[in-house]
């Protein structure tokens, strides 16, 4: 798309995005992406068409809480 500074005021035939999310890692990613998904074809304005092509779903890594005397430990240490 143009920079709104030089944008004119045209019908597009269409437009491609990508759109790349950074979700909470004990988010689980596929059932996200198949929400959004939905959310995004459900009902878009303007009688447009919306296509969701779902390229990748990755969860992200949640470590667990040390053990208290672990991080007694480390706290000890620093």
Same mark, same amino acid.
């Given at each position: 798309?143009?920079?709104?500074s030089? $944008? ?14 950074? %979700? ?28 969701l092509?779902? %390229? ?6 949640? $470590? ?9 430990? %480390?706290?000890?240490?620093?």
């Amino acid at each position: 798309m143009p920079p709104s500074s030089i $944008a004119g005021n045209v019908l597009r035939p269409f437009t491609t995005l990508r759109l790349s999310l950074r %979700l909470p890692p004990t988010l689980d990613a596929k059932k996200a992406s198949i929400r959004l998904k939905q959310i995004l074809e459900e009902n878009p304005p303007y009688n447009c068409k919306v296509n969701l092509e779902i %390229l990748g779903a990755a969860s992200g890594f949640n $470590a667990l809480e040390y053990p208290s005397y672990i991080q007694e430990s %480390l706290n000890q240490a620093s």
